[in-house]
């Protein structure tokens, strides 16, 4: 290692750890800019500033996690996301309520942006005006540092959204861009006329189409064009400038300091550009986010990186890096997601089976966060090449699944929305919160009991799936009582134009109250979940590292689990169909109903409409005989 690089002051703790990862982070630096040694040291200098003002406690705590590394994949990690507004008002208010949430046996607590965004042009949060303060309507840094310390103490982890692509068009960088200042147009993609940017709009696809058509937008005040990928309020931070990287790693480290310890890194494949290309998953975005993982591992490495990447599997797993150079910790499994409600549309599992098989043919050390809805919108990007061998055309099966989870379809009872329609590609995506998408909403419109009881019974089953698969599962605030969609939003002027707004309603805490009340559909949700959890926890057989697979039930409504953990073994059977249903799975031993405790076969399985089985088997016993007959002989 240079000595010009390696402070002799420097603490001893921070070399050690410097020197791990030295050679790889000078090389990837040099490769991507240049070799700019002076920008190199300023990011190695800014690395040891951030590492200085760690506090103490945290220091502690990234030891006790160096120590057991892979603590995020225990079988009873579930986390729960929220908008802090609609869970309880102020970041005090989340800390007043974290008895409430430790009652719901969550212990990972995602934080949806909280930091300082304008009224009306905030894109929900993600429009950043400032990296290092809390929109005031919601506390202070100080608050949530103070509610990060709280969450420790009680053996919870936070998770926060680090807005990466972009910022807001009101952030101080873009504001001196706009006055003129050209290291701060430097910042962003400024461009004097429309000829290079007609170039880029040429192979980059457009991300809303309906509501922000084109890629680049017209900035009056510096008179030039500038790339807005999203909005036109959320100017592209230029990657390429490495000034860019080294104040936005520093922005994220001081998130870290605040006691977070899970990044969310925003819209990740979007972060570098070069034209001609279409701008997503460039392998520059891969350097980069070693770079940042390697600087967490230095500086904090007790937190962990979550990978946004709403794609195509082929286009996720990458961000996973490889085992000896890894990337993100974890990553979302949208393609799951999405496969879910495809299936409770279609009755069908064989695309949720062969989506799942994927997934399990990966490594284990890979940890997905799996979700059935978040604050998101449902984007239909299936495998229609798959879906092709049966006939689908992908135009047509995209509109049949919005039209029955809209409930335009006859006999469905779902209640979601669309978002963003495009009518001429019929590329619209949609919105709802579980409960809602699940029938619920409509059956307590109706006043009929036995579509509430159908609805609530697909609405359990498919957190029993959820719970099923490898990774941490993940609840949106108001899923654990069924929570109705909010249609005031569209009485909201800041609001109206973004049917997302229709999952993101405020908690009902007179609902919450309810959990209580067995016979109400808040108390039936409410407990089925927590047993279900329990049980989850409980058991090894559903830590991240169990082997797992598919299971052939002859039913192409049925779909079939498979997990085994050090003699522990687990099938699990999801009927989507609303009729009863049954499974043959040619198994043979004798299994225990884990939710009832009852012995039963796990073949010629009949389940009710939208009901479920987890079957438990232990060799254990066995495998005590065998030893005891080998001790004898």
């Not at 009306?120 to 005031?136: E, I, N």
């Not at 009056?220 to 936005?248: I, S």
């Not at 134009?497 to 067995?518: I, M």
Request: hydrophobic residues 35%; glycine residues 6%; contains cysteine.
């Amino acid at each position: 290692m240079e000595e010009s690089l390696l402070k002799a002051e420097w603490d001893s703790v921070f070399r050690k750890r410097m020197e791990a990862h030295f050679d790889e982070m000078k090389w990837l630096y040099g490769e991507l800019y240049h070799n700019d040694s002076r920008a190199f040291s300023y990011f190695c200098a800014m690395l040891y500033q951030y590492y200085q003002s760690r506090s103490g406690e945290l220091k502690a705590l990234d030891r006790k996690r160096l120590e057991k590394p892979d603590w995020y994949k225990d079988n009873d990690m579930l986390g729960m996301l929220m908008y802090t507004s609609a869970f309880a008002g102020t970041l005090q208010g989340v800390k007043k309520h974290i008895a409430y949430l430790q009652e719901c046996g969550v212990n990972y607590v995602h934080l949806m942006p909280l930091l300082q965004s304008p009224k009306g042009r905030s894109d929900g949060g993600y429009a950043v005006s400032d990296f290092r303060t809390v929109q005031p309507e919601l506390g202070t840094m100080e608050d949530l540092t103070e509610l990060s310390a709280e969450c420790h103490r009680r053996g919870m982890s936070v998770c926060l959204d680090f807005v990466m692509n972009h910022t807001s068009e009101d952030h101080e960088w873009a504001r001196r861009a706009r006055a003129g200042e050209k290291e701060f147009q430097d910042r962003y993609f400024f461009f004097d006329n429309w000829n290079i940017p007609k170039q880029f709009e040429e192979t980059v696809p457009q991300v809303f189409p309906q509501t922000a058509p084109g890629n680049f937008s017209w900035c009056e005040e510096a008179g030039k064009v500038v790339m807005t990928t999203f909005y036109p309020y959320q100017w592209d931070l230029n990657y390429a400038n490495p000034v860019v990287f080294n104040d936005m790693t520093a922005n994220m480290l001081y998130l870290c300091n605040q006691g977070v310890d899970i990044i969310r890194l925003d819209a990740v494949p979007y972060i570098w550009k070069r034209l001609r290309t279409n701008c997503r998953n460039l392998p520059e975005v891969h350097t980069l986010v070693r770079l940042m993982r390697m600087a967490v591992e230095v500086v904090c490495p007790g937190t962990l990186l979550l990978g946004e990447v709403v794609m195509e599997p082929s286009r996720v797993v990458p961000y996973f890096g490889t085992l000896d150079k890894p990337e993100c910790h974890m990553l979302y499994n949208v393609t799951t997601m999405a496969s879910t409600w495809h299936t409770v549309a279609t009755r069908d599992v064989r695309l949720l089976k062969h989506q799942l098989e994927a997934v399990f043919a990966l490594p284990h050390q890979y940890t997905f966060l799996n979700y059935l809805r978040c604050h998101d919108d449902i984007g239909w990007g299936l495998d229609y090449d798959f879906l092709g061998q049966f006939g689908t055309d992908q135009v047509k099966h995209k509109k049949f699944l919005n039209d029955y989870l809209t409930g335009k379809w006859w006999g469905s009872d779902s209640r979601g929305e669309l978002y963003n329609d495009d009518p001429r590609l019929g590329d619209a995506r949609l919105c709802g919160t579980t409960a809602s998408l699940c029938g619920i909403d409509a059956a307590e419109c109706e006043k009929n009991s036995w579509k509430l009881d159908h609805s609530i019974r697909l609405d359990i089953m498919l957190h029993a799936f959820l719970l099923v698969q490898s990774g941490i599962p993940v609840l949106q605030s108001g899923d654990e009582i069924g929570q109705l969609n909010d249609y005031s939003y569209h009485e909201d002027p800041l609001k109206a134009s973004d049917s997302r707004y229709l999952h993101r309603g405020n908690l009902n805490w007179k609902e919450v109250a309810e959990r209580k009340k067995t016979d109400s559909r808040p108390g039936r949700i409410f407990r089925a979940l927590r047993k279900l959890e329990k049980l989850r926890a409980e058991h090894d057989l559903f830590k991240n590292d169990a082997d797992t697979w598919t299971l052939e039930t002859a039913n192409d409504h049925i779909l079939g689990i498979g997990r085994y953990y050090h003699e522990e073994k687990l099938l699990a059977l999801f009927n989507f169909s609303e009729e009863e249903q049954t499974a043959r799975t040619g198994e043979r031993e004798e299994y225990i109903n884990l939710l009832t405790g009852k012995k039963c076969s796990a073949d010629n399985v009949t389940l009710q409409g939208h009901d479920f089985i987890w079957l438990y088997h232990t060799y254990q016993k066995q495998t005590e005989k065998k030893n005891k007959r080998g001790t004898l002989r």
